[in-house]
C-alpha cells in the first residue's frame, strides 16, 4: 500500500462530535483557575517591576498600592495578561488547560486553529464565558462568540493525539 506525497504531508483526520453544553461548562470553571493564577502572577510582576523603578520616590509601599489602584492602565495591564492566557492557548493548541482535562478543542470546521486576531475578537466577544449562555438553545451547542467566527468546541476521543485534526 503505497501513500502519495499529499498523504504524507497531510495530517490523519479525525472524526469528532460537538462538546454538550455541560462539559462546556466544567471546562469553563476549570480555566477561571488558571485564570486567576495568570492574574497572581500578573500582579506580583507589575508589582515588583513598579516598586523597583519608584524606589527612589515613594516612601512606602501603600501610596504605591493606592497609586496603581487608581490608574486605569493598570487594569487595563491586568485585564490584557488574563487574555491573553486564552489567546495564545487557543491560537497555539486549541485549548486551555481545562479543555484540555475535559479532552475539549476549539477549531474551525476544517480542524484549523484560531488566528491571532480571531481569538482576540473571539475573546472579547465571549463577555468573559457568558455569551456561551446562547450554547443552550443552538442547536450545534455553539455560544454567540463561535457563532460570529464559525468556530465549534469539539470533545475528543480519548485515543487522540496531536497529529490528527478534528473534523466536524
Not at 485549548?95 to 484540555?100: A, C, F, P, S, V
Amino acid at each position: 500500500m503505497s501513500q502519495t506525497l499529499d498523504q504524507k504531508q497531510s495530517s490523519p483526520k479525525l472524526t469528532v462530535k460537538l462538546a454538550p453544553f455541560w462539559k462546556k461548562f466544567g471546562a469553563w470553571v476549570y480555566d477561571l483557575l488558571g485564570a486567576l493564577a495568570v492574574f497572581i502572577l500578573a500582579m506580583v510582576v507589575g508589582y515588583v517591576i513598579i516598586f523597583i523603578m519608584t524606589i527612589p520616590w515613594i516612601e512606602n509601599g501603600q501610596a504605591l498600592s493606592k497609586a496603581l489602584y487608581m490608574n486605569p492602565l493598570w487594569s487595563i495591564y491586568l485585564f490584557a495578561s488574563v487574555q491573553y492566557y486564552y489567546v495564545w492557548c487557543w491560537v497555539k493548541g486549541g485549548q486551555t488547560m481545562g479543555m484540555k482535562t475535559w479532552r475539549l478543542k476549539l477549531c474551525k470546521p476544517d480542524g484549523s486553529h484560531l488566528t491571532w486576531k480571531e481569538a482576540y475578537i473571539r475573546s472579547f466577544a465571549s463577555l468573559g464565558g457568558l455569551s456561551q449562555i446562547w450554547g443552550i438553545v443552538d442547536k450545534e451547542n455553539r455560544g454567540i462568540h463561535d457563532f460570529i467566527f464559525d468556530t465549534r468546541v469539539v470533545e475528543l476521543p480519548k485515543d487522540y493525539t496531536k497529529e490528527n485534526k478534528p473534523i466536524i
